[in-house]
């Protein structure tokens, strides 16, 4: 029986795989080259994130080219369907199974968005877009403590009789 920590580990291993097999049952439709080439690299994306489990760039990849299949599926099911021409490279029932196939995917994806970027969070990410800091200090400013000037800064105690820069400088 899986628990649900082993479902949780083998998250990305079932998008990976639910990917796969709704990508084949797309193409039977024969929605082209486009559909397979977007999703031969999610899914080589996936396997990536798969064998490295451990960085968290493979799965932030995976989240964004999810979000561009998004567009992708919906350009290529606008220009592909309707059918021009059934029963020379595949049926109508094919085609229509197909774009059906091609649709319950676009539907998926933004919950497979979802998934990646808990597991990107999981695996350690952070959602700052790496945004130059304005402030140099890199910390917080406290508007309400006033500035020390120079009247408040203790100078150093100086003695007439020996200046510091009486004496050459002789290493030792």
């Known amino acids: 029986m899986l628990s649900l920590l082993n479902i949780v580990a083998a998250r990305t291993k079932i998008i990976v795989v639910v990917q796969f097999v709704l990508t084949t049952w797309s193409l039977v439709g024969g929605f082209g080259l ?14 990536w994130a798969i064998g490295v489990p451990q960085s968290v760039e493979n799965i932030a990849m995976l989240a964004v080219f999810e ?9 290529i099911l606008a220009v592909e369907y309707p059918p021009r021409v059934c029963g020379v490279v595949s049926s109508c029932g094919a085609q229509r199974f197909g774009a059906v196939m091609c649709i319950f995917h676009l539907i998926l994806k933004p919950f497979i968005i979802f998934f990646l970027v808990r597991e990107y969070r999981r695996r350690g990410g952070d959602y700052s877009l790496n945004f130059p800091n304005s402030h140099p200090s890199g910390g917080y400013e406290n508007l309400d403590q006033s500035v020390p000037t120079n009247s408040q800064v203790d100078p150093l105690p100086y003695n007439p009789q020996n200046p510091p820069f009486d004496k050459p400088y002789a290493p030792q």
Request: no cysteine; net charge negative.
């Open 34 to 47: 486009a559909l397979l080439f977007m999703n031969s690299v999610l899914i080589l994306t996936g396997l």
């Open 67 to 75: 979000g561009i299949a998004i567009l992708s599926d919906i350009i």
